[in-house]
Every structure is written in structure tokens, then in C-alpha cells.
């Protein structure tokens, strides 16, 4: 069975700081991996995706993460925390499950982003 | 692309009573998704449409639950006798099949839903 473990269910930064949330997946098949991020009252909006392309992968809003299949993790990072970064980040796993594909969740962090 | 659109944004109900949820996929998308998402928690698989047909169900869905997808096109989720333990975010999902399983899902922004 695939799932995600999300360390930390808050993270409080600086803005202008790094901000680093943390995913550990678990996954018998290589697996895809996701992040998102959801807003107060709306749903998900895809940050990035790893789909064995590249071990680092680029999403929007100046986020990065990357993949160490020796660490099965997947952490997501920015190098400086800007005010409007404050919202939940969501980290996903995705697989084939019986000939559908099978999102997994985890269960969020919320970060917080201090001026 | 207009986006997943889900209706309504929020629903208050009585204990008992019968409430139906609607979603508007992106139109060239043939999966659907519904999920549940409680305060604190990431969002929980609750069914998925290939097209008109529903392949899979979550043992959260109880037989209160129930999903359509007519033609493949907009489905609703339709909740008998709500319980209070039902209160929580409905999100809806799609996403296209490209015959692989790392296609993105895109959410609509949910329909909350209080049991009183």
C-alpha cells in the first residue's frame, strides 16, 4: 500500500527565509509524487510533480523538490518565504491501483510565514 | 479550460435530511474523483469515475453515499440521512487519461458541507 508522511503539521518561517516542508512516501512500485497547495476555502493547486524525469524537479510560485529514493523523501523547499506563500501544502503519492490511478494524500502542513 | 467547478459552496443541513452535491469537470477530462477533507487532514479518497463508470469505492463511502456520472460528463454526490459526522469539505477532482498513472488531478474549491 502507497502513503505519504508529512513531518511537522505547522512550520513558522521568516519571510524572506528558506522554507523547507517535509514528505516521506512509501510505495512498493516507483512511484509518482506530487505536491499542492490549498488556500483558506478553496480546493488544491498542483505546486509540482516528480515522474522520474528528474530527481529535482521546478514548480510555480518558486518552489523545488527532490527526490532521494535512498531517503524515500521528497521534500519541498523555497529560498526565500514570501507572505503570500502562507497557505497548506499537501504532498501525494500515485500509483496504479487495479487499473486506476490511486492518489494518496498526506496530511498537510500548514506554513506560516512571520513579516 | 474553465476549471472544475463544484455546486454549492456551502450547504447547511439538518440532522436527517438529504443533500446532493454537483460537479463540473474540465470537459475533455474522462476521470473523476470525490474526495473528503475533515479540518487537520489531507484530503480521503472517496470513489472515481472512469468516464460514466464508477471503478472504485472507499469503505468511507457507507450505503448512505452515493455517486453519479451520467454520460461521462457531471457527476453528483448525494448524501441520505446526514449524520453530523458527515460535516466536512466535498472536493471533486479530474483529470485525463493518458493511459498513465501520474496525470495531475485538478480540484474544484470544494463544497462544505455542516450537519446541524
Known amino acids: 500500500a502507497q502513503s505519504v508522511t508529512q513531518l511537522g503539521s505547522h512550520v513558522s518561517v521568516s519571510e524572506g527565509a ?21 488556500y483558506p476555502n478553496q480546493g488544491l493547486q498542483l505546486l509540482l510533480k516528480y515522474t522520474s524525469a528528474a530527481t529535482l524537479v521546478k514548480g510555480i510560485n518558486g518552489f523545488e523538490a527532490e527526490f532521494k529514493k535512498s531517503e524515500t523523501s521528497f521534500h519541498l523547499t523555497k529560498p526565500s518565504a514570501h507572505m503570500s506563500d502562507a497557505a497548506e501544502y499537501f504532498c501525494a503519492v500515485s500509483s496504479n491501483s487495479g487499473g486506476y490511478q490511486k492518489v494518496t494524500f498526506g496530511t498537510g502542513t500548514k506554513l506560516q510565514v512571520i513579516p | 479550460d474553465t476549471g472544475v467547478s463544484q455546486d454549492p459552496r456551502h450547504k447547511i443541513t439538518k440532522r436527517g435530511q ?38 472504485e469505492k472507499s469503505r468511507l463511502l457507507s450505503d448512505r453515499f452515493s455517486a453519479e456520472r451520467p454520460k461521462g460528463s457531471f457527476s453528483t454526490l448525494e448524501i441520505q440521512r446526514t449524520e453530523q459526522g458527515d460535516s466536512a469539505m466535498y472536493l471533486c477532482a479530474s483529470s485525463l487519461d493518458r493511459g ?9 474549491n470544494g463544497t462544505r458541507l455542516t450537519v446541524t
Open chain 1, 18 to 38: 528558506l522554507v523547507l516542508l517535509r514528505c516521506n512516501y512509501s510505495s512498493s512500485v516507483p512511484p509518482y509524487l506530487f505536491w499542492y497547495v490549498q
Open chain 2, 100 to 108: 498513465i498513472y501520474n496525470s495531475p488531478l485538478h480540484f474544484g
Open chain 2, 18 to 55: 438529504n443533500v446532493t452535491f454537483r460537479c463540473d469537470p474540465i470537459s475533455e477530462h474522462n476521470r473523476l474523483y470525490w474526495y473528503r477533507q475533515t479540518l487537520g487532514q489531507g484530503p480521503e479518497f472517496l470513489t472515481y469515475f472512469q468516464n460514466e463508470a464508477q471503478l
